[in-house]
């Protein structure tokens, strides 16, 4: 069955970064973009990029543009998100996902990024 | 200030049906997907209705999704205790080419 498994909770200090794993499973991980989606505590999810794990081609928010890198390990069917130059506003659950354009998607488990001085 | 708008809240008493709108005036989403995803605190999102009407296995066929024009629906027939949730509309619009969520509905069964 297809997985998506993330990597643990972090606490990073503010102007630090961050990367998260999302180890997939179940699937052929080329065939798929990886998307990353974060939420705040009692707030909406909030989109933040893709990432073609077959060309490793990118598209980001442009919030997040040059300060998120999305990439990917092809032999361990691996993805990764690095945000940097964090703020205590970037405090959030993080969620790798597999959002096919007509097709079922799958998510992550999320993984809990706090920043705190 | 969401691409999608959706009403903050909704509400209804068991077994009435409840109708959650998603609205993309100006976004085009006539002619894309969109997916509806179930929300309970402290967890992970789960989908209930992708390809803006098809669902997955194992969701009752009390939840069904439509679209019309610039707008798509969640309906949830039969309400219950457990449908008690918050509910997100996703589109993907190619004008931002990614994926753009609504604010999402709290659903209350009173």
């Known amino acids: 069955q297809v997985q998506l498994v993330q990597s643990g909770a972090e606490v990073k200090k503010p102007g630090a970064s961050v990367k998260v794993s999302c180890k997939t499973s179940?699937?052929?991980?080329?065939?798929?973009?990886i998307n990353w989606v974060r939420q705040a505590t009692g707030q909406g999810l909030e989109w933040m990029g893709w990432m073609n794990p077959n060309s490793g081609n990118a598209g980001y928010a442009q919030k997040f543009q040059g300060r998120v890198s999305m990439t990917r390990n092809t032999s361990t069917g691996t993805a990764y998100m690095e945000l940097s130059s964090l703020r205590s506003e970037d405090t959030a659950v993080y969620y790798c996902?597999?959002?096919?354009?007509?097709?079922?998607?799958?998510w992550g488990q999320g993984t809990l990024v706090t920043v705190s001085s | 200030q969401s691409v999608l708008t959706q009403p903050p809240s909704a509400s209804g008493t068991p077994g009435q049906r409840v109708t959650i709108s998603c609205s993309g005036a100006g976004s085009n989403i006539d002619s894309t997907t969109v997916n509806w995803y179930q929300q309970f605190p402290g967890a992970a999102p789960k989908v209930i209705i992708y390809s803006t009407n098809q669902r997955p296995s194992g969701v009752p066929d009390r939840f069904s999704g439509s679209k019309s024009g610039t707008s798509a629906s969640l309906a949830i027939g039969g309400l219950q205790s457990e449908d008690e949730a918050n509910y997100y509309c996703a589109a993907w619009l190619d004008t931002l080419n990614g994926w753009v969520f609504g604010g999402g509905t709290k659903l209350t069964v009173l």
């Open positions: 996902a597999r959002l096919p354009l007509w097709g079922l998607p799958f």
């Open positions: 179940g699937y052929t991980f080329s065939n798929y973009d």
